[in-house]
């Protein structure tokens, strides 16, 4: 048995856990720590230029992997900077480990010099967190902190040690625990097997069926499983914003994302079904659009979901089904295969003639620019779509870019998409990208970003160019706060409150030159294909692609405050 | 309406307050909170009472039940159960007031635990709605200090609350 002292233990069990990459900022508190990864090699550690941004890209690594990401931050300033990162992450599910450094032990409570109280801080945005007590203790808790965050509905965790635990000079024998048995959490197991026959039996009997599936699936490893389903039932199925790529968008039965910026399709199947199965989703206000008593007026609601608070938290379910998304999947198509009666074929060709009808609105089509030149942000999508295969790993920012994205990049593979749909946090998709691009070196690591949103973590150029990341940059540069513009337009008689700055940006081309990246500017649309081709050709660099896009450029479909799903705004001259 | 809640949970620095932070994060109400750790030393029992429609009480029992201290609870209103709150009240009296207090105190099976010339120290447990009735009966004009534990509660019969 090793004799460990705590600093050295943590970086143990973290190696014991599986970890081979954490993602942090040193200081005071987290000294001893920095020593005992400066004595090892099994672990890289990455320096970001900002604690904020070690967590999106441990949450970007999480979102692509499956695996939890780790971060190691120090007390007061360097815990508070986690906060975003950690509220992103617990509010769309992300499994995620945050080591915090804090005072001495014998400091706390007495407002000692960089402390804040962040088991406090960090506890409504957490799944659970820990503050360690003796360093004995390290293995068993980190052990604890990995398996709650990773198990169940998965979250962000806190580890929070006091200095002295990680003392060189106190040493214990370390082992690491095999396995873990808590008895305050148990992991939900498989469905009931019941609740799925009445599923079933709903899914058999509906005439105008829908199947609505979002982030869980993904998180649940549940896409392959639900791919099959929705095959053999051949029903319409619509992704939420966060569960794009739990169902190929390019297949037949797709038909788009659903919600305030869904296609017309989509929403209108929604509110039209019979029966509606719900997978992995939480019936957030983006999607019901605020006001759940218009809501899928007709349909029966079947609501599989692992944790059982999600499930009539706003939308009462009629057949609940608690357990992990796989395991009901996969016992809800063996049930469907085994089941006498049969999809009603009959109706359900009905059902598909009226979703041909709703496609026919093309309520994504693009309309070119008139004068030819300028280029339109859907545009910009399409080409990155063509150029990429449609394979990249594209992660965003929060505003119009996103949505954009969202809507024309098409993703056909889970964990393709990266985005911060539950907090929308800006400043998420450039380290989110670098989380993305150390998981898969040789991948294609798209950020879709915003000249807003990509200000507010900018410094990260840095952290590219010391570790070497070919991330591709596309901005989409509306010299705007587009996305609230656009709100201003359409509910404020236009008036651009602090949304604009075209004077003051930067110029984003010597901006990437002076990180040593480099930096291409689109201004035609003559030259958008080739100068982008050119972007991506440069395969080992980091490209900052800044587009000028149309500034005048609404995201449509939207959906009508107050209303039902059915109501739409089509763009800035027609409604539903 | 009113629920009475009884939680087990790990008896650890923190717990306590991720359950008081649920309620105030997700806009429950907490109406009174008891806590003290059970034969089991490891192990502290949470009771509190609150009020909702059955949906809310729904949430509130599930989004407990996901909290990682939290071992196992019981919407004791469920069933059949005991509920006892214990107040200390400290009223002034004088003169014929102090026979009407003390006879008051005797119909509802109270007892003084502290006297002096002016003041009466009274301990009474029951129900909480036995204990507003108390006060009443006293009058509130002579109450000077009330201090009462909440609401602690258990099943009838055979039903319990254990690992
Ligand atoms: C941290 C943060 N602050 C504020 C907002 C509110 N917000 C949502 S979209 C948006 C505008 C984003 O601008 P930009 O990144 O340029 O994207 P665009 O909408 O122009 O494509 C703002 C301010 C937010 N989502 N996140
Ligand atoms: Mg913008």
Redesign the interface.
């Known amino acids: 048995m090793d004799q460990l002292s705590g600093g050295e233990a943590l970086i143990r069990a973290l190696h014991d856990e599986g970890v081979d990459i954490i993602f942090g900022y040193p200081g005071g508190a987290v000294l001893h720590i920095y020593d005992a990864i400066f004595n090892q090699d099994k672990i890289e550690h990455i320096l970001v230029r900002h604690e904020q941004a070690a967590t999106h890209a441990a949450d970007g690594y999480a979102r692509g992997t499956g695996k939890p990401g780790v971060v190691l931050v120090t007390s007061g300033p360097g815990a508070t900077n986690a906060i975003t990162g950690i509220a992103t992450a617990y509010m769309d599910s992300i499994p995620m480990v945050v080591i915090s450094g804090q005072v001495e032990s014998r400091l706390i409570g007495s407002d000692g010099f960089q402390e804040t109280d962040m088991v406090g801080v960090s506890r409504p945005v957490v799944k659970h967190s820990f503050m360690v007590q003796n360093a004995a203790d390290i293995p068993l808790i980190v052990k604890k902190a990995f398996h709650i965050a990773s198990t169940g509905r998965p979250g962000p965790v806190v580890i929070d040690l006091p200095k002295d635990v990680t003392d060189p000079k106190v040493k214990f024998d370390y082992a690491y625990p095999v396995d873990i048995k808590m008895r305050s959490y148990a992991v939900p197991a498989k469905g009931h097997s019941g609740q799925i026959k009445k599923a079933v039996d709903v899914l058999m009997a509906a005439k105008r069926p829908m199947i609505y599936a979002g982030g869980g699936v993904i998180q649940g490893e549940g896409a392959q499983m639900l791919t099959e389903l929705t095959r053999e039932l051949g029903f319409p199925i619509t992704n939420t914003l966060m569960g794009l790529g739990a169902y190929p968008a390019s297949d037949k039965q797709f038909v788009g994302m659903l919600g305030m910026h869904g296609t017309y399709e989509a929403n209108m199947s929604m509110h039209y079904c019979d029966a509606l199965l719900a997978i992995g989703v939480r019936f957030d206000d983006r999607v019901t659009n605020s006001d759940v008593t218009k809501f899928c007026p007709d349909a029966t609601i079947l609501h599989v979901d692992i944790d059982p608070a999600s499930i009539s938290k706003t939308v009462s379910a009629d057949v609940p089904i608690v357990g992990s998304v796989i395991s009901v999947l996969e016992e809800m198509l063996a049930q469907v295969k085994a089941s006498k009666q049969k999809v009603d074929e009959k109706s359900l060709k009905v059902w598909w003639d009226q979703i041909a009808q709703w496609r026919e609105k093309d309520s994504l089509g693009v309309t070119p620019s008139e004068d030819g030149i300028t280029i339109k942000p859907q545009e910009v999508i399409q080409a990155v779509h063509a150029i990429t295969e449609g394979d990249a790993y594209v992660s965003s920012d929060v505003g119009q870019h996103q949505m954009f994205a969202a809507q024309y990049y098409g993703f056909d593979k889970p964990r393709r998409w990266i985005n911060s749909g539950g907090l929308g946090t800006m400043g998420f998709g450039f380290p989110a990208a670098m989380g993305i691009q150390f998981a898969f070196p040789d991948a294609i690591s798209v950020c879709v970003t915003g000249e807003g949103s990509f200000q507010m973590n900018l410094q990260e150029l840095a952290t590219c160019m010391q570790y070497q990341l070919p991330i591709k940059i596309i901005c989409l540069n509306n010299r705007a706060l587009g996305m609230v513009k656009q709100w201003q337009d359409m509910q404020y008689g236009g008036r651009h409150s602090h949304s604009t700055y075209a004077e003051s940006l930067p110029d984003f081309i010597k901006l990437a030159e002076s990180y040593g990246h480099v930096g291409i500017r689109i201004e035609n649309k003559s030259e958008l294909n080739a100068k982008l081709e050119e972007a991506f050709a440069l395969k080992d660099r980091l490209v900052f692609v800044d587009v000028l896009v149309d500034p005048e450029e609404h995201v449509y479909p939207m959906a009508i405050k107050g209303g039902a799903m059915k109501d739409m705004i089509l763009s800035k001259s027609e409604r539903t | 309406m009113r629920h009475i809640i009884s939680v087990l949970?790990?008896n650890e620095?923190?717990a306590l307050?991720?359950v008081v932070?649920l309620f105030s994060?997700r806009n429950y109400n907490i109406d009174s909170l008891t806590v003290a750790p059970t034969e089991d030393q490891s192990l502290s029992r949470l009771t509190l009472t609150t009020t909702g429609d059955e949906?809310r009480i729904?949430?509130i029992t599930?989004?407990l039940?996901?909290l990682?201290?939290?071992?196992k609870l019981v919407d004791l209103t469920e069933g059949a159960h005991i509920e006892r709150e214990l107040m200390l009240i400290k009223v002034k009296a004088t003169g014929a007031q102090r026979a009407e207090v003390t006879r008051t105190t005797e119909i509802f099976r109270g007892q003084v635990v502290d006297l002096t010339n002016s003041v009466f120290s009274i301990q009474l447990t029951g129900t909480s709605d036995k204990l507003d009735a108390f006060i009443t009966a006293l009058g509130e004009s002579i109450v000077l200090e009330v201090a009462r534990t909440g609401v602690s509660g258990i099943s009838r019969g055979e039903k319990v609350l254990t690992?």
């Open positions: 949970m790990e620095p923190g307050s991720r932070g994060q949906r729904e949430q599930k989004h039940n996901k990682v201290d939290v071992v690992l």
